[in-house]
């Protein structure tokens, strides 16, 4: 799942007329760089929630397809989650996740699964991270709920969000900063850690971090240093830096 959601305030005023995910770095739209990440590590089904100019960002997943030379093999499926149409609102990283799952899992039943899926942000760039199927099996034997990336913090967050701690710790040293890039399991935002109906019918807003705080203290979130190139492109001044 990728969270295109957000109104990006602090990126005006150019998300006054452009969503985040299309922005470009390097000549290329801030989604198309995970779709192309997702793609090579053969994610062949995506799922895009929208709410802040939700016809662009549709428009813009929809202007990316895998090449048929470079992935011969993948199935490819680009789905979208319309929180703004749906609720007039988007519904903060927990809310949308749960509105999206019967996208993400369609052929599941109702109760929750041990389906694994990835979430990233779309306004952060790391053009090496590496959404590759070892990951997934390591983390599917794990027995954990979620397992998130961290990184270095940037100067605009220098007191970081977690520590770790043999897993993810909220009171550990050092704190480094969530790079909103995870792998999650479908059990996590069902009951007891989340108590939001499958599909959030009603379009409840909740924060990821109510819904990892009790898993993080029973000890079930993993965490894993990022070393590589990591930007959260959330400012014009940042956006430009990147070229």
């Known amino acids: 799942m990728v969270l295109c959601a957000g109104r ?11 969503p985040k995910p299309a922005l470009a770095v390097r000549g290329k739209p801030l989604l198309h ?15 895009c929630n929208t709410a802040w100019l939700a016809e662009q960002v549709v428009q813009c997943a929809l202007q990316y397809a895998p090449g048929a030379i470079t992935f011969p093999y993948l199935d490819w499926d680009v789905v979208f989650s319309h929180e703004g ?28 699964d041990d389906g694994i899926f990835w979430v ?28 998130l990336w961290l990184v270095p913090n940037p100067a605009h967050h220098p007191d970081g969000d977690f520590g770790i701690d043999g897993c993810l710790a909220t009171h550990a040293s050092p704190r480094y900063t969530y790079s909103s890039l995870g792998l999650y399991r479908r059990a996590l935002f069902a009951p007891p850690w ?14 990821l ?20 190139v990591w930007h959260d ?7 430009a830096a990147l070229g």
């Open 33 to 47: 760089w995970h779709l192309d990440a997702l793609a090579r590590a053969g994610v062949g089904r995506v799922v």
């Open 120 to 147: 990233l942000a779309a306004d952060v760039f790391a053009p090496g991270f590496a959404f590759a199927p070892d990951i997934v099996d390591h983390f599917a034997h794990s027995g954990l709920l979620a397992h």
């Open 85 to 112: 149409r749906d609720f007039g609102t988007a519904l903060e990283t927990a809310g949308g996740i749960c509105r999206a799952m019967p996208l993400l899992f369609p052929h599941a039943q109702d109760g929750p």
């Open 194 to 207: 989340c108590d939001i109906p499958l599909g959030n019918p009603d379009g409840i807003t909740r924060r």
């Open 233 to 239: 492109v959330g400012t014009p001044q940042r956006l």
């Open 8 to 18: 990006g305030e602090r990126m005006r005023p150019f998300t006054d007329s452009c």
């Open 209 to 228: 971090a109510d819904v990892l705080r009790p898993a993080i203290e029973a000890g079930s979130i993993g965490a894993t240093l990022y070393p590589g």
